[in-house]
């Protein structure tokens, strides 16, 4: 999966608080509600992919390909 297929979905571990908690594991000023999705190699449990990395460059393409560590590899 790229990063930017990966940051359209639902992250399962993020864990919020109500607003004035203070407790967030995420941007919450997002209108969007962007804060609930993956964010891809900006999580510790961000794995690469080499193989499909290996494939996107010999095809010129520039994205990253990875998965969610903690959801196993696919
Ligand atoms: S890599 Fe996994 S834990 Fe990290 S933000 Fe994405 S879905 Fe969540």
């Not at 804060?35 to 449990?45: E, F």
């Amino acid at each position: 999966m790229t990063e930017s297929e990966a940051k359209k979905r639902w992250c399962p571990f993020v864990r919020m608080h109500s607003p004035g908690s203070g407790a967030c594991n995420r941007e919450t000023q997002t209108p969007d509600m962007q804060y609930y999705k993956c964010i891809a190699s900006g999580c510790m449990a961000w794995r690469d992919d080499e193989v499909a990395n290996q494939i996107a460059r010999s095809v010129m393409e520039n994205e990253g390909h990875g998965f969610c560590g903690l959801a196993g590899k696919p």
